[in-house]
């Protein structure tokens, strides 16, 4: 490979020029610098039952031994073990499910394989890796919604390994298991891959549609053997196991080779405020961002920025090339963006001018995650916590060519768990606590997935057992309703055509965006966020271009919007009810309870705020006609007694301030334990509760029925409050900020907020838990 840049900078070198720039600062932005080692890989014989056909196709590919982990999963596979194997990426998941599953196709002619993927394009990478291996009569297949009518034949009689989705095998295989039975019949491995993709309501939906496809197999009289592929978290035999319906062994220890990075972790500054009472920010995690990439490529270092959007990857590639051509004319065109969207020859053009060195550095959104192979770069800068750790390391990979050691940087974004990760490195390097939740039981995700099963084949009781509870009392109450038949035999759909079922749906059809005058669709808003996103005269921004919205069409899902760029910006508020229905569990800990259970939410959108811009200065607060929304979910709440608040020494009058801050805080860290996105949750804190009776946080999962995301706050209860407690201890502004206790999706705006008593309040609540942590240990 040719290349122009001559980096004399090893990675400690860089970091030290990256932090020089900060000249003046007092404080210095780096808070941890962690040197992750070279690994060296830890191969494994081929397991004594490969078939010598499979092992040479592997070998014909340069692959002359398995790391271990890929043995040990493979071998507990063709034992019949279900396994998940959840190891780093480019760790070699997919050998250790090819290894046992191309082994039975090849030593048994009629056996069968069906593979899962969460995109098509992961499928089509797959489907070339089968095809390159060459094996005979194997003949692998993608099946999925782009395949023609014709071939969709061929497959179901002549393919033994196909490749699919969760959607497809809800909508089309399933449906139609009679056309399937001979594959079903023969069936002897289902592959799961990327199987934390399948999290929240998406999540719990998948974990019914392989509930039917094993009473599908069942019925056909095979039992397959499952192997999931799955990103490093918290607890992947518990999430398997949960999707699955079955035990899973996991495998965990990455045998593969990696190389050493210098991985630090940024804080931007605390800037000056503006006037006495603005609130304080910090320096923006793009302009920060921005700013490192302009002096790694001064210094002549390959480069990559990732950031979340798309926006984000405009913003910091001009603002680099800016000040890069202010240095020296013309080095701004070593710089470019790149984001999903753009034409595949581009994406080609751009990979090869990195690649070459023409191009230095490039601003992406997370567009090369997935599929496209870019590796060797000198520097990673990730621009905000990505959202889970499989994300961070997928990203920081990106770094490091022919074992040189390289280097990655972790720049907070401003927001509570960005600030928390900084200043706890173990929670970024030590073992990983965030675990992929689902809930199969929510009733609204059972209830149409139960019809569905119905309309595949009437249910029987021992079928309802399969799914889990609570299917008994669900099928009873479809009957009820009439959508079921109760007959001796089973439950019986008694429809004409199919239940209308959709694997993501939230409660609601997205609303779309149109621009009225030209009639063009700028994007779609989900249901939940519609009221406060696109209400008549929100500001809605789209890829930086500003627009005004002038109807909300709530029966047809539209809002008609027209381009404008005023001076202020739009802040909904809202009015939010909340009544417990049922507590499912909870922990009696002296002046602190902690509850898990069902509660009914209602939110209206009732006014918005439109705030200059730059000052945010309020110039109106002005009324709207929104209707009233209902949601039944799961919360965890916990309460704290006045007595113990007091004690504390948080005044009553301070009660509200400091338990807002703490709900605030609090949700945005809950993403560090599961993975959930601080929008798929909400909150509500009062100083008196009417059915708890006293000071309470509840927050509680945003979709119908909930998602799981309540459920593991509640089991790791301690762990996530205490890491709410630290979030907002370590901040260092004065009364509260974006980065600690401030919440953009406050319909309070944000008032009242104490972050020095939300402390206290945590801190009373940990120390009572803590003297009660054997009754926590609930499943
Ligand atoms: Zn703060
Ligand atoms: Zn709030």
Redesign the pocket.
């Known amino acids: 490979m040719q290349c122009v840049t001559s980096t004399a900078f090893g990675p400690a070198e860089l970091l030290h020029r990256l932090r020089a720039r900060g000249g003046g600062a007092t404080v210095s932005p780096v808070t941890h610098i962690e040197r992750v080692p070279a690994r060296e890989g830890r191969t494994a014989p081929w397991p004594a039952w490969t078939d010598p056909v499979v092992r040479a196709a592997f070998a014909a590919q340069g692959i002359s031994a398995p790391w271990e982990h890929q043995a040990a999963a493979a071998t507990l596979a063709r034992e019949g073990t279900h396994v998940v194997l959840a190891t780093g990426t480019a760790s070699g998941k997919s050998l250790a499910y090819q290894l046992p599953a191309l082994d039975a196709l090849v030593t048994d002619p009629r056996a069968t394989v069906l593979y899962l993927s969460p995109t098509k394009a992961l499928a089509a990478d797959q489907l070339r890796n089968l095809v390159r291996l060459g094996l005979d009569g194997v003949r692998p297949a993608t099946y999925d919604g782009d395949t023609p009518r014709e071939e969709r034949e061929w497959i179901r009689q002549h393919s033994r390994f196909v490749l699919t989705n969760p959607d497809m095998l809800h909508h089309s295989i399933l449906p139609g298991h009679g056309r399937w039975g001979v594959f079903l019949r023969r069936l002897r491995y289902v592959v799961i891959d990327e199987c934390h993709t399948y999290r929240g309501v998406f999540g719990s939906h998948v974990a019914h549609v392989l509930r039917r496809l094993r009473r599908a197999t069942a019925r056909y009289g095979a039992s397959p053997t499952f192997v999931l592929a799955s990103a490093t978290s918290g607890d992947p035999a518990g999430s398997a196991s949960r999707l699955t319906g079955l035990p899973v062994t996991e495998i965990t220890s990455d045998a593969s080779p990696r190389g050493a990075i210098t991985f630090a972790l940024w804080e931007p500054p605390?800037l000056e405020p503006v006037s006495e009472d603005a609130s304080?920010i910090r320096r923006s995690a793009l302009r920060e961002t921005a700013d490192l990439l302009t002096d790694a490529v001064v210094a002549g270092t390959r480069t990559i920025a990732f950031v979340r959007s798309r926006r984000g990857a405009e913003v910091i590639a001009s603002a680099a090339r800016q000040s890069l051509d202010e240095a020296v004319p013309g080095l701004g065109d070593r710089v470019a963006a790149y984001r999903g969207g753009y034409l595949r020859e581009d994406r080609r053009a751009i990979e090869r001018a990195l690649l070459s060195g023409e191009l230095l550095g490039l601003a992406s959104t997370n567009a090369l995650e997935l599929g496209v192979d870019l590796t060797g770069l000198d520097a990673v800068l990730i621009c905000g916590y990505p959202g889970t750790r499989a994300s961070l390391w997928q990203q920081a990979g990106r770094a490091g060519r022919g074992g040189d050691e390289a280097l990655a940087v972790l720049v907070a974004r401003d927001d509570?768990l960005d600030?928390y990760l900084v200043h706890h490195p173990e929670a970024v390097f030590g073992r990983p606590v965030e675990a992929t939740v689902l809930d199969p039981g929510n009733p609204y995700v059972l209830g149409p997935q139960l019809c569905s099963a119905a309309s595949e084949a009437p249910l029987t009781d021992a079928d309802l057992e399969l799914f889990g509870d609570p299917a008994g009392e669900i099928a009873r109450q479809l009957v009820a309703e009439g959508v079921l038949r109760r007959r001796p035999s089973g439950y019986y759909w008694i429809h004409r055509g199919r239940p209308e079922v959709d694997l993501r749906g939230t409660g609601g059809a997205p609303v779309s965006v149109v621009e009225a005058a030209t009639g063009r669709l700028l994007g779609t808003v989900d249901h939940g966020s519609s009221h406060a996103m696109l209400h008549p005269g929100a500001v809605y921004l789209h890829q930086g271009v500003s627009y005004l919205v002038d109807d909300l069409d709530l029966e047809d899902a539209i809002a008609l919007v027209h381009q404008e760029e005023p001076d202020w910006t739009t802040h909904a508020r809202d009015v939010t009810n909340l009544s417990v229905v049922n507590v499912r569990s909870y922990v009696d800990a002296g002046p602190v309870g902690l509850f898990l259970g069902e509660v009914d939410v209602t939110n209206q959108v009732v006014s918005y705020q439109r705030r200059r811009i730059g000052s945010g200065e309020v110039i109106d607060t002005r009324p709207l006609d929104l209707p009233v929304r209902e949601l039944r979910t799961v919360a965890v709440w916990f309460t704290v007694s006045p007595k113990a608040l007091t004690a504390a020494g948080v005044e009553a009058s301070e009660f509200p301030g400091a338990l807002h801050a703490a709900e605030h805080a609090g949700i945005g860290l809950l993403p560090l334990i599961a993975t959930c996105d601080r929008w798929d949750i909400g909150g509500l804190s009062t100083a008196n509760h009417a059915d708890t009776e006293a000071p309470t946080v509840f927050v509680y999962d945003g979709h119908p029925g909930g998602a799981g995301f309540a459920e593991r706050a509640y089991g790791t209860a301690p762990e996530w409050l205490r890491a709410t407690r630290e979030a907002?201890a370590s901040?260092?502004?004065?009364?509260?900020?974006?980065?600690?206790?401030?919440s953009p999706k406050c319909g309070n705006g944000n008032n009242p907020l104490n972050?020095e008593d939300a402390v206290k309040v945590l801190d009373t609540v940990l120390a009572a838990l803590g003297g009660s942590q054997r009754s926590l240990s609930i499943s």
Do not use: E, M, N, R
């Open positions: 605390l304080p509570p600030t907002i901040c260092g502004c004065d009364a509260g900020c974006p980065s600690c206790v401030q972050k």
